[in-house]
């Protein structure tokens, strides 16, 4: 596929210099684990998922910012090496870079700690860029930015014509002007409990509340973990897939790999269904191996 051919990803949000620490148990209120390995990682909600959207074959434009600091430069030295026009991610002096702390277990899953940093200091004046929007067809956001930074990218992805995807993690209250704006919402058994007030404890239950979001939102997906994802568009129930039998390695980033793919997808002009395929897929096969 040429490179002017494929589908263009706009991603705004965050990027995270992530410590990865492998223990064989995450440490409970007060107590001190001896873990047996660490290695830093490129990461950030926005990072990830722009980079899972260009591994899946668009072409991505990430709109973020970095600290002028060593983190900073790794984070962009990454974007660049997928692909990805990190042009509009700028380097502010004044605060660190964005970063996590992430403890995986035994059991494959993980606990992480955020410091936000640069990600609060994005240049609204970036999403607003005329040439950011040229043949975009989906706009990815999350919520580790401002919520007016969001809500103005999600404005200008409108105007040009792009498909809005909201992947709504970590979960925070949201304004109904924003929700207004959404064309796709993703989120995870948790983030689908908070939103809906109903409990996510399979797929049956998965299905349950996309169902119930789909009231409000034009497609739902509600992932969840080993159960599988569940989702739809609306006028029509909402279908249920199974996870794909794999050996777990880690959980890390899992929901961030789904959302780029389905984004990369839903670009492609895919259906829903092939895009929630896809997906499921991809996430099946990031949490059978050890990240980089």
């Not at 107590?31 to 990682?41: H, Q």
């Not at 410091?115 to 043949?135: H, M, Q, Y």
Request: aromatic content about 4%; proline content about 4%.
């Amino acid at each position: 596929m040429s490179e002017p051919s494929k589908a263009v990803v706009v991603v705004v949000g965050s990027l995270h210099y992530d410590i990865m620490v492998d223990a064989p148990d995450r440490p409970r209120k007060g107590e001190t684990v001896a873990g047996y390995g660490w290695r830093p990682k490129f990461g950030g909600k926005g990072g990830n998922q722009a980079v899972a959207s260009s591994k899946a074959g668009s072409r991505v434009r990430m709109v973020g910012a970095v600290g002028n600091d060593d983190f900073g430069r790794f984070l962009v030295d990454r974007l660049a090496s997928f692909g990805i026009d990190a042009s509009r991610v700028r380097r502010v002096a004044e605060v660190g870079s964005g970063m996590s702390v992430a403890i995986s277990d035994n059991a494959g899953d993980y606990g992480a700690v955020i410091v936000s940093g640069a990600n609060l200091r994005i240049e609204p004046s970036l999403v607003t860029e005329k040439e950011l929007w040229l043949d975009a067809k989906v706009l990815i956001l999350q919520n580790e930015v401002p919520e007016p930074l969001n809500i103005l990218a999600a404005s200008a992805a409108r105007a040009a014509g792009a498909i809005v995807c909201l992947n709504a993690a970590p979960y925070r209250p949201m304004s109904d002007e924003f929700l207004a704006l959404i064309d796709v919402l993703v989120v995870n058994a948790i983030e689908a409990e908070q939103l809906a007030s109903i409990a996510v404890a399979d797929l049956a239950s998965a299905r349950n509340v996309a169902d119930h979001l789909l009231q409000r939102f034009p497609s739902v997906v509600v992932t969840a973990g080993a159960d599988g994802v569940a989702g739809g568009q609306k006028g029509a129930i909402a279908i249920g897939l199974p996870a794909s039998p794999v050996e777990l390695v880690s959980t890390h980033g899992a929901g961030d790999v789904f959302v780029g793919a389905l984004a990369s997808a839903i670009a492609g002009g895919k259906s829903f269904s092939h895009c929630l395929a896809s997906a499921n897929e991809a996430a099946a096969i990031h949490v059978s191996t050890r990240e980089d």
